[in-house]
T-cell receptor
């Protein structure tokens, strides 16, 4: 089945540690995105990539880093510089030139202890 | 600066009645708008979209209306069903990026 796979679903981290969230898609989509959801805040864009080896900052990129070495993969690293990392993280993908619809993964819940 | 606003955090309706979810936006550059439905601890799922050059789009029980002069769109669900209970996000899009509102929790009571 085609789709977006995020792992792990739940992750606990100690303060000061970096952590990497995985996102893989087999939809052959060109564009991939990372969003963060906090209670009452909706979805906020962290980073996005429209082509391999290229990515752009979203609205809340500070304390995060990404890479796009393969079309299928767009991992997100939450660094120790991110002041408030506890959140629900959502990866998405889309085709270029379509209706703008994003296809989302199931999400990863990160909790900093 | 909140480019997409959903001013009602929650809405409660009776099964069989109409649900109307509202959304306002400030960015005139949005080319399209989408509505997503989300359950807790899951990814959002796409419901319906509308191009900025249209004023209405319909798909089964779901209809989205766009009023460009008022920078306002709404999602109508008729008839509402208990399975529609979820958080609904409105989003505006341009250059393959979506900007989301904060969501409205819809509860449909049996």
């Amino acid at each position: 089945d085609g789709g977006i796979t995020q792992s792990p679903k739940y992750l606990f981290r100690k303060e000061g540690q970096n952590v990497t969230l995985s996102c893989e898609q087999n939809l052959n989509h060109d564009a991939m995105y990372w969003y963060r959801q906090d209670p009452g805040q909706g979805l906020r864009l962290i980073y996005y990539s429209q082509i391999v080896n290229d990515f752009q900052k979203g609205d809340i990129a500070e304390g995060y880093s990404v890479s796009r070495e393969k079309k299928e993969s767009f991992p997100l690293t939450v660094t120790s510089a991110q002041k408030n990392p506890t959140a629900f993280y959502l990866c998405a993908s889309s085709i270029m030139g379509g209706t703008g619809e994003l296809f989302f993964g199931e999400g990863s819940r990160l909790t900093v202890l | 600066d909140q480019q997409v606003k959903q001013n009602s955090p929650s809405l409660s309706v009776q099964e069989g009645r109409i649900s109307i979810l509202n959304c306002d936006y400030t960015n005139s550059m949005f080319d399209y708008f989408l509505w997503y439905k989300k359950y807790p601890a899951e990814g959002p799922t796409f419901l319906i979209s509308i191009s900025s050059i249209k004023d209405k789009n319909e798909d089964g029980r779901f209809t989205v209306f766009l009023n460009k002069s008022a920078k306002h769109l709404s999602l109508h669900i008729v008839p509402s069903q208990p399975g529609d209970s979820a958080v609904y996000f409105c989003a505006g899009g341009s250059n393959y990026k979506l900007t989301f509102g904060k969501g409205t929790l819809l509860t449909v009571n049996p």
